[in-house]
């Protein structure tokens, strides 16, 4: 039972971090109906971005203190929108109305682009680098369950950006605006929508949304490195497919179940091993008996 | 490509084998070594082109099938090699590639039938995330080494061997796609639903022309496998199943002869890179992105045409 609880705990925290990168997949596929793959690079500049920002913000706030992170966020998160932004502007906005492979290998390109020069010494270098604690960390005990305050923060957090994105999406202009793009591209820009500006804010709130998943990862993850983001980003990406993809509840439902799956299997001995292989093998056959995903609704193919 | 073209390039290619094979110890051991490493690279580009270019599906696990074939050829020859005299070794290097391309042909039938009714994108992940575990699976299993590799694997791969294969894979892929039959795929990719309404059963050729790529590919990862005498998993991740699709693209999905050059020139620029190697990679992704900017119908097209890529 302990055991239970515990890996639930631990899976709650994984996937609420899943939950946030998902949804930046689904907005863009709600959008342009492409997988961006650069996306789980931007969740590694974001943890990037918190890593160089922790000495600069640390003599004005001394971390690690609540208020500083949130202040690392917020500047991580804008210095990712605009990276996203600039993404969609030199490599996507070329491609809109070419065919969906074509931005479809574009977009890895820039996935490729992104790792390697991050990688080069004169950038990152290849080197894992440790994360500075940006906020107090705490073990809480109940029973024999460990609960540390990074999961809870990871909790909350998401729990607040979704409905904050939830906020935005349905209740404001631009949000309603999102939601004509999605359903009609021609015809939103017949009522006198800026589809390009529509599709420049999806991609800023989609990286600001990777850059704090990404700086959550890192806190629970003993180090950073150029590639950090491929793993939780092709699981973010299962997460999204299984709730329905462009479906925002879905793809936070996606994120949770693949990151209880995954802690679930990771402390199952015999299956540990294989943990990398599970989120593969949900997609697999999610996309097998219900290709539109949980949330989905099934299209017909209109000729 | 037509039939003859392809006939031609079968006798082309048996007969460059045939010479330079001859003569191959006054070869360079590097030179010869790279291009096998072409000719491998010829073979999976051109499988992946049938699957991708002729057909229109986008498949982004082939490193996947030539993990497989690979795997499989070699561990048949380490545990039957030891058992048989030298004379008989080369029926056993035949039999080990034949043995690899048929479980990357059943892998691809096991991955084919039932994700074929997907489209566009759903198939690129599906198909990565087939490549991904099988990558797993190789990792975790300690009869093929499990992380650490699979290592001795008997040197059988000579350049000649290398390009008669080529010159087979071509010419029945060509042959395949110039038959009666292979119009089938080609009429699959340029409009499914017309060609459904004409009696034509998508997923069926769907599903040959994913197992024929994935036959083929298991052929050429048996002859990396007896190339290179080592395999690790690694050697067989996402990036590689990248590598192939840009050798598609680049020559122009569904032209053979541009996929063939792509395939060369992809091979030979990270030699030419070397003394670059730290920007290589770098180099690679703005060659995709650039490509995909300027001319998406492929480097190698000379119409402007665009044909082939939908998703």
Redesign the interface.
Known sequence: MDWFLQQSVNGLALGSIYALIALGYTMVYGVLR??NFAHADILMLGAYAAFFLAPVVHPIIPLPSFTGAIVIMALSAAICAIIGIVIELL?YR??RN?????????A???S??I???C???AVFGAATRAFPPLMPAADFKLGNIIISSNDIVVVVTTILLLFALWFIVQRTRIGTAMRAVSFNQQAASLMGINISRIISFTFALGSALAAIAGILYAMRAPGIEPLMGMQPG?RA??AA?LGGIGNLPGAAIGGLIIGLLETFAGGTPGLS??R??I???I??LI??FK?AGILGKATV?K? | MNHQGAKRWLFISIAIAVGISLFSDQFNRYYLGIAIDCGIAIILATSLNLVNGHTGQ?SLGHAGFMAVGGYAAAKFSLVVVPLTPPELQPLIFVAALILGGLLAALAGLIVGV??L??R???L???TL??G??IR??V??MESVGAASGLKGIPKFTTFGWTFVLVGITIYVIASLVNSTYGRGFIAVNDDE?AASSMGINPVRYKVTAFVAGAFFAGIAGGLYAHHKQFLAPTGFDF?KS?DI??MV?LGGMGRTAGVVLAAILLTLLPEFLRQFS??R??I??????GL??LR?QGLFTLSGK?KG???
């Open positions: 492409f997988i490599a070329p491609l070419r065919p969906r492979l074509t931005v479809l290998i574009t890895i390109g820039v490729l682009f790792e390697f020069t990688q080069h010494e092709i990406f299962v497919v091993n294989y990398d292989g989120a593969f093998a997609l697999i996309l097998l290709p193919e000729v | 986008f039932p994700s009714r997907l566009g994108d759903y690129a992940i599906v995330g087939f991904e575990i797993v699976i990792q975790n639903v990036f990248v699709v840009v693209v730290d920007y990679m770098i690679y992704a703005l060659l995709i992105i995909m900017l998406p665009k890529a939908k998703a």
